[in-house]
């Protein structure tokens, strides 16, 4: 029997597209924000929230992930932007392959933000470097205030976490005080931004973020 | 489901680094995996089950997965500590400024192949 050091990321075929991709993003000045979140928090809506109030300053196309159907990306074209869907036909989370093909239909030159919409799913998407710029973690005041607790990876590789639904925290038992706690404990840098996408409370503060950011690589 | 996608690259990358190296068959392969990933060992045993256990290359071959539990260092005064999934801060000065040394691992270390006959063996790295 032989021993043979291989010594290699399990991912190295994900990160070394994401690398490229990465680079091919920073020579076009193109912010890419990654977008995580379970199903049914918002994250469509709190895209079409931020698409209007940043669409006058910047381009934007948004690449929507999904395990079936394109009902994401019509409602984003319907609103004048470009979008492209993936469909993952069951897979759980979206890699730089998926991300590539979906660029490449894309006028990088023309734009300066892309808002990938991954696939709804705490877990997975958290391990796959997709060339983003940052990963913002959305979370809907319905799914809990514990949620930190059992699904803590997706809190930590996020550079920012927006609570969305805060419309609804009077009928939910939300404690924020907690989920504030929890959330700087396991990524004390994060900001968290408290808003709601279909009444635009909050959503200022939120943008403000994301547009000093897109500059930052203009 | 994402073990299975990651242990089908463990496998595309263990069958070629063996076939490289002239093996006759695939005995194991060794990873290291950090606390602080989504992947867990059950998951990963099973994924690496099913994919082994079809073709007589891999079929008799085991895997080990080594466990690597988060380090972090302080930013503020340096103290190096290993914590778990969810205190990241310094329990030295309580300092929130810290950084991850290890615990995101997600790597393959090594395998164990057989060589034809006539090789004396131990031939370590000869898959170049």
Avoid at chain 1, 40 to 68: C, Q, W
Avoid at chain 1, 83 to 89: D, E, L, Y
Wanted: net charge negative.
């Amino acid at each position: 029997m032989a021993h043979i050091d291989i010594k290699q990321p399990i991912l190295q075929k994900n990160d070394s597209m994401a690398a490229e991709l990465r680079q091919r993003f920073a020579e076009n000045h193109v912010f890419v924000l990654d977008l995580l979140a379970s199903p049914g928090s918002g994250k469509t809506s709190t895209i079409l929230a931020t698409i209007d109030a940043l669409r006058d300053e910047f381009n934007i196309a948004v690449i929507e992930g999904d395990i079936a159907s394109n009902v994401d990306a019509e409602k984003i074209k319907a609103q004048g932007t470009p979008a492209v869907q993936i469909n993952t036909g069951g897979a759980c989370h979206l890699e730089s392959a998926m991300i590539k093909r979906a660029v490449d239909v894309l006028d990088l030159e023309r734009l300066d933000l892309i808002i990938i919409e991954n696939v709804g799913n705490l877990v997975c998407p958290t391990d796959f470097d997709l060339g983003e710029n940052a990963k913002v973690m959305i979370l809907s005041v319905p799914e809990g205030d514990d949620k930190p607790l059992k699904y803590p990876g997706v809190f930590q590789v996020a550079q920012a976490v927006v609570l969305n639904k805060v419309d609804t925290m009077p009928v939910f038992d939300f404690d924020d005080g907690r989920f504030t706690e929890e959330v700087t404990s396991l990524n004390p840098q994060a900001p968290i931004f408290r808003l709601s996408a279909t009444t635009g409370e909050g959503v200022a503060p939120w943008v403000a973020w994301l547009a000093e950011q897109i500059r930052s690589v203009q | 489901m994402h073990e299975l996608g990651i242990m089908t690259g463990v496998m595309d990358a263990a069958v070629k680094s063996a076939q490289e190296a002239g093996a006759t068959r695939l005995l194991g392969v060794t990873l290291s995996i950090g606390e602080m990933t989504e992947a867990i060992e059950d998951a990963l045993v099973f994924a690496f089950e099913a994919l082994v256990e079809d073709d007589p290359f891999t079929k008799d071959a085991e895997l080990t997965v080594n466990m690597i539990a988060p380090k972090s260092i302080c930013l503020e005064c340096g103290h190096e500590f290993v914590h778990d999934r969810f205190h990241l801060f310094c329990p030295e000065c309580d300092s929130f400024c810290t950084q991850l040394i290890c615990g995101r691992e997600l790597q393959i270390d090594s395998i164990e192949v057989d060589l034809p006959d006539g090789d004396p063996g131990g031939s370590e790295g000869s898959a170049g």
